[in-house]
T-cell receptor, first 116, second 112 residues
Framework: NAGVMQNPRHLVRRRGQEARLRCSPM?????VYWYRQLPEEGLKFMVY????????ESGMPKERFSAEFPKEGPSILRIQQVVRGDSAAYFC??????????????FGSGTRLTVV | DQQVKQNSPSLSVQEGRISILNCDYT??????FLWYKKYPAEGPTFLIS?????DKNEDGRFTVFLNKSAKHLSLHIVPSQPGDSAVYFC???????????FGQGTELSVKP
């Protein structure tokens, strides 16, 4: 019964390159959320997706960032032309439904992106 | 606009004593309040939550108290154990579900 799987765990990119972060939700979960944690800060919501649909992208930067959750395969967070300020830990979470209570809302171990 | 705030970056407690972690919020429309525990290099782990219609929820050594008039909640851990040492995040969600709004976190250190 695997949890939320994120890969890679660590990713190093040079300025201007593209970063692709992957998230496989828990079995039976069709709701996926992406969060970013900058050093010394809490987690900030980025985007909420359900299969093939973006439900809420109010936390996504307007440029260079995009997310998808296709019918088959993992959810992908894509960052184009990375800059040093994109260096952070990116966490994915999944849930079986749109429940506010937190039960079943499970986080992955994160991808640590370093831009050099 | 920080809607959820944890004003204490760190807390140190002796093993066996009570740990009290505090959280304040500004949006009275939040539906649920949640506490997560996070170890370095791992994702947050759900601990306990409370509905906005309640004022207390208890689960083993963990109790969350909600004071709606003060827009304040707290997490009590009794008795504290060295394994409780971690960063604790308070979070809030709206009645539409979906995104969580997190505080900045409080690093708890429980000393043997």
């Amino acid at each position: 019964n695997a949890g939320v799987m994120q890969n890679p765990r660590h990713l190093v990119r040079r300025r201007g390159q593209e970063a692709r972060l992957r998230c496989s939700p828990m079995k039976g979960h069709s709701h996926v959320y992406w969060y970013r944690q900058l050093p010394e800060e809490g987690l900030k919501f980025m985007v909420y997706l359900q299969k093939e649909n973006i439900i809420d992208e109010s936390g996504m930067p307007k440029e260079r960032f995009s997310a998808e959750f296709p019918k088959e395969g993992p959810s992908i967070l894509r960052i184009q032309q990375v800059v040093r300020g994109d260096s952070a830990a990116y966490f994915c979470a999944s849930s079986p439904n749109r429940d506010s209570s937190g039960y079943g809302y499970t986080f992955g171990s994160g991808t640590r992106l370093t831009v050099v | 606009d920080q809607q959820v705030k944890q004003n204490s970056p760190s807390l140190s407690v002796q093993e066996g004593r009570i740990s009290i972690l505090n959280c304040d919020y500004t949006n009275s429309m939040f539906d649920y309040f949640l506490w997560y525990k996070k170890y370095p290099a791992e994702g947050p782990t759900f601990l306990i939550s409370i509905s906005s219609i309640k004022d207390k929820n208890e689960d083993g050594r963990f109790t969350v108290f909600l004071n709606k008039s003060a827009k304040h909640l707290s997490l009590h851990i009794v008795p504290s154990q060295p394994g409780d040492s971690a960063v604790y995040f308070c979070a809030a969600s709206g009645n539409q579900g979906g995104k969580l709004i997190f505080g900045q976190g409080t690093e708890l250190s429980v000393k043997p």
